[in-house]
């Protein structure tokens, strides 16, 4: 007996003889600990990606960019459209001038004078009115802004109210929401009035994820125990992954609440979501794994410790290899110096460790403690098959010469059955003939290789229900002892497994296997190239939830105005001293700067969107008057002594201009015609830059871009100019994990290649379906295109990809090796070892697709396409990879599959099973009993 089987009989022997009810005990107290505590994780979250490296341009950019007041200031946006059809038959004038709209200018600057009065600065914009607020002082002057804040067809205004106070902002736009209905209703029917802002909009996403989380899980996991349910055949076992799903997620969400209360680690706000889904996929899962290998063992014999022995040495070695790599592939995001990214890969590895953990421990003491309960027979609806007929009318198929009367039962022994003594010498045991194939199933004959006292024979029942298990067991075991193992139980049950349709299409894919692999390395060829070229996205539009009113008052800005007014770019410009920033030259400089992106990216930055100290509503500034204000002002430094055609100058140079002796210069807002965290936005921020250090060369003078997507683009940049790394440690962990689980070079390499092959075609379907929309047809919120893939799930889905696939890598594997050191040829091994695991790998594989796939009904573009990533990973896994690729290559490798280890000779074929099956002979020695 192997060291690994040695250790799986005495853990279980342990398990049973004194640690089970321990086990379930203190799984009670943990559960019921974490239930306390765990759920205020949820509340810890945070949207924010994290902080930047010193050396990123955009970091550079904002230390000096925050030292003008109008960087801290963030937006509030109300937009007032006209109703369609609209009944003006004229062109919409500036719509603040329009005695309808006055009321609600009025409302909306009240209700920021009220609820923002009491910090430094604050500004409202409206088309041809400015209000400026410093400390209790208000002043209104007019301004022209009819360019930049009435839409080119006149039937769109804005109204932009910034303010430093984050919570002050979110107080006030909340305030708008509840009370713009009834002014609108009052002053404007059938306007259509939006209300959004940069802190407001961030503000529903945890709200939402929770929401989703709910939703997605009431999707997913009833689904995916129907399938398991159905699977299993067995209603009864189902009650197991509902114990693991809630074992597993209150602990391990207990376990990352210190993570997240801790100051230096923020956790992302995705991270309930990914950690709820590995939970439910992984518990199913594993479950299927260890009960359709339980009840193989039961069938062969075992008692219930011994069963749950030998499958915690099989069934457990793949969730420990597959459980590991998940670990290991998930921490290997710590190599990233992203906090969002590394707290998601903290989070997933808690998950899948704690779903290992209980099914090692807490499942196996269940079963162990209700030994009855797991092999009574259930109702024949819905899952389990009606028994064919009772215990002894089955004995008497059997054994035609023994009939259900002549059956006797003895109190306290069991039921006995009347045997022929065979021919053989005296003193050897009784045995029993009989014609019938079913008696090596149903008497369990022993495998070579199984412990003293533990008898089986090779069953492969893909149908077996509870209700035949039980009528099989209905006396429990036998007891008797019986023959060694023949190969004529081995044999019976290969020709049982060479009826399954998984064999017949294993015999399909390898005869052909040469056309198999080079079908699929071409189509993830193709599918891989338009991953090559996709856009990023990032920010709002991947995170916040799409159906929420913040969000969609967004879409209006965007439509109307571009994306870039309620987050804009800020160009600093640098001046080598302070009074310099305040000179023609400096103004000329700015204004040079700000012609140079507008003509590089004409359609993105047309100049009616700059606004600053230098260039306001599509025009520059005109210094000769700026001066003058200055001059007559004593620098604008009380406003009370600004004259009303110097307001306009005063404001922008307060707030425009570098308030800190750190830094001299000004800024000015770049709002591009896109949403800033598009695909076309983020784009942008490189093309920008390019034309910005092109004029800085010929102008002697330095110009940083910020705000915007700016910060997200360098992470993106930061992250995947580090992502190579990631792939060679998780690939490195695949070679070393598979070397030390099969000792075979060949599958580690096999194992690679076919993981890299499955990223292809995973990551150019994505690219396919959010940045070009070929499945836009559908209609289905989740698969529209965006004209971009989010970075987000681009980076994160990878080492999920690797660990997930590699779990039906291994379970399928494990059972080829176990039918070749059987004596069948490789080609055979490979084609009994995909029929034996064929209808167990799909399940689980439809199992996993579900239990992520309740994530794609979220309302976050980033959990959409995670959830997208996920799904097709695992489809195209389960049946193309595994079902065909696998076996392909292995059948052209062949005896090198094991290399260096060198197999056994092949002693078996599947024909001659089919002889030995047609002969119908068996035997068994000494006397049945069936116990009580």
Known sequence: MSLLRRASYSYTGYLDKWLKYPVIILWIVATGLSAWRGFDFLDNTTPDAGDLPDSAPSYQADLRIFTTPMASLDAAIVTIQLPEPSDVSRPLPPMVNTRAVRPIITFIVEEAQRTLLR????????????????????????????????????????????????????????????????????????????????????????????????????????????????????????VLPIISVACSVLLSFALMLPISESPKQSVSSVAPNLMMSFSIALSVDYTLFIFSRFREEVRRGHTVMTGMAEVLYTAGHTVVVSGATLVICSTALLLLPLDLLASLGIGASISVLCTMLVNLTLVPAIVLTFKGYFLKPTQPWPCSKRPRSNTNDRIAVILPHVTA??????????????????????????????????????????????????????????????????????????????????????????????????????????????????????????????????RHAGGIICECPQNDPVFQGYETINDQFGGGYMIPFALFVEAQSEEESLTQEHFDTVNGFVRAISEASPELIPLRSVEGMTFSNGNPVNFTKFSHCLAVTEQCTNLLKITEDCYGSCVSQLAFRSQSPTANGSMTLLNINAMTWSGAGMEWVGDAREALE????????????????????????????????????????????MLIAFRSVTIAIKAVVSIAITQGLVYGFTTLVYQHGILGWTGVRALQSMGAVCWIPTI??????????????????????????????????????????????????????????????????????????????????????RACLVPAMMTVIGRFNWWPLTMPPVTRTTAQCVRAQELREGAVRGNITFLD
Not at 161 to 180: A, C, E, G, K, P
Not at 433 to 462: F, R
Not at 515 to 526: D, K, P, Q
Request: proline share 3%; glycine share 6%.
């Open 796 to 881: 994160l889905a990878f080492s999920i990809l690797v660990g997930l696939g590699l779990d039906y890598h291994v379970f399928l594997l494990s059972r080829v090796v176990e039918y070749r050191k059987l004596g069948f040829s490789d080609k055979e091994s490979v084609v009994l070892g995909l029929a034996r695991t064929g209808r167990v790998i799909t399940a689980a594989g439809v199992i996993m697709a579900i239990a992520f796939l309740g994530l794609l009904f979220s309302h976050a573009a980033v959990v959409q396409q995670l959830a997208m990533y996920i799904v097709f990973a695992v489809l195209v896994d389960t049946f193309v990879i």
């Open 405 to 534: 009367s002549s059956i006797s039962r003895d109190e306290g022994q069991g039921t006995s059955i009347p045997l022929h003594r065979s021919r053989q010498p005296e003193g050897d045991e009784f045995s029993v003939s009989s014609t019938s194939s079913e008696l090596h199933q149903e008497s369990s004959l022993a495998l070579s290789g199984m412990p003293s006292g533990i008898h089986s024979s090779y069953s492969d029942s893909d149908s077996d229900s509870d209700a035949e298990v039980a009528s099989l067991l209905t006396r429990r075991h036998v007891a008797a002892a019986m023959v060694e193992p023949t190969t004529i139980s081995i044999e019976e049950s290969i020709t049982k497994v060479m009826k399954s349709p998984w064999f017949r299409f294993g015999l399909r894919v390898t005869k052909r296997p040469w056309l198999t692999i080079v079908l699929i390395t071409a189509i993830s060829a193709g599918f891989f190239y338009p991953a090559l070229n996709f």
């Open 119 to 238: 910090h430094r600065f604050t500004l409202i914009e409206t088309p041809n009115v400015t209000y400026a607020q410093e400390e209790d002082l208000i002043i209104h002057y007019e301004q022209d802004r009819r360019v930049s804040h009435v839409s080119e067809d006149q039937k769109t205004m804005m109204i932009v109210i910034r303010n430093s106070d984050y919570h002050d902002m979110v107080n006030f736009i909340t305030s708008l929401q509840q009370n713009m209905t009834d002014q609108v209703s009052k002053h404007i029917p059938g306007y259509i009035v939006t209300i959004t802002g940069d802190d407001a909009i961030w503000e529903p996403v945890l709200d939402s994820l929770e929401h989703d989380l709910v939703l997605g899980d009431g999707i997913s996991i009833p689904t995916a125990l129907l399938i398991l349910c159905f699977t299993l055949r067995s209603l009864r076992l189902v």
């Open 694 to 737: 092109a004029h800085a060369r010929e102008v002697d003078h330095v110009a940083f871009l910020g705000k915007g997507s700016a910060e997200e683009v360098d992470i993106a940049d930061s992250l995947f100019s580090k992502f190579p790394t990631v792939i060679g440690v998780v690939a490195g962990v695949v070679l070393v994990l």
